[in-house]
């Protein structure tokens, strides 16, 4: 079973233009989350997706940022435009949580990071 | 609000040795989970080990344990017997039992092995 993959690994862009990430979640799994980490600092939640509903997005930062999940399948993080302080790694997680026995667990990905110069 | 305090930005053991990390949460919840993922470099985070707010016995998984202390609202990681592929950034973190809620994390301590 294939788990959660993020794409692009890194992207580096300029102040001011736009980059988009990609999350495929676990095939199945209703819930994904968008979380980002700045050097140095906890990983802050971003937004939850139920399939293609926004659950939460108490998260996101400003209206800079635009989260979508089509289908319910996979979702994209929007920047633009992009400014310094968006620079992290940007971590998406599933979940199916819906189902008997469910543990609490996110199975996360390996990460985009982005720089913002 | 909750939130999830690692006061251990890094540290360091050798091979062999045992090695305890600390975290300390706050909640006014009575049930919840709390986790350890490991994030080695480059890679992707993955549960370490996991505990339910209602059990009273601490969690363990081969090398990994915990001493967890519901009154203190402390979860500390113990790592024996410490092996290179430890090595990684490790996070605590707090989620409300339940489903749709999201998972708060502390900000991480990054573990270095010694050989």
């Known amino acids: 079973e294939a788990g959660v993959t993020q794409f692009p690994s890194h992207s580096v862009i300029e102040k001011g233009q736009t980059v988009t990430l990609r999350c495929d979640p676990i095939?199945?799994?209703?819930?994904l989350y968008w979380y980002r980490r700045v050097m140095g600092k906890e990983i802050k939640f971003l937004l939850h997706f139920v399939k293609e509903s926004k659950q939460d997005e108490s998260g996101m930062p400003n209206n800079r940022f635009l989260a979508e999940r089509t289908g319910g399948t996979y979702s994209t993080l929007k920047v633009q435009p992009a400014e310094l302080e968006d620079s992290g790694v940007y971590f998406c997680?599933?979940?199916?949580?819906?189902?008997?026995?469910?543990?609490?667990?996110?199975?996360f990905g390996e990460g985009s990071r982005l720089t913002v110069l | 609000a909750q939130t999830v305090t690692q006061s251990q930005p890094e540290m360091s053991v050798q091979e062999a040795e045992t090695v305890t990390l600390s975290c300390t949460y706050d909640t006014s919840e009575s049930d919840y989970y709390l986790f350890w993922y490991k994030q080695p470099p480059s890679r992707q985070m993955i549960l370490v080990i996991r505990?339910?707010?209602?059990?009273?016995q601490n969690a363990t998984e081969n090398r990994f344990s915990v001493n967890f202390q519901k009154a203190a609202k402390s979860f500390s990681l113990k790592i024996s017997d410490s092996q290179l592929g430890d090595a990684a950034m490790y996070f605590c973190a707090y989620r409300r039992r339940g489903r749709d809620d999201k998972i708060i994390f502390g900000k991480g301590t990054r573990l270095h092995i010694l050989p």
């Open positions: 505990q339910e707010a209602y059990k009273q």
């Open positions: 997680a599933s979940s199916q949580e819906w189902r008997t026995g469910f543990t609490g667990e996110l199975f």
């Open positions: 095939s199945g799994h209703d819930n």
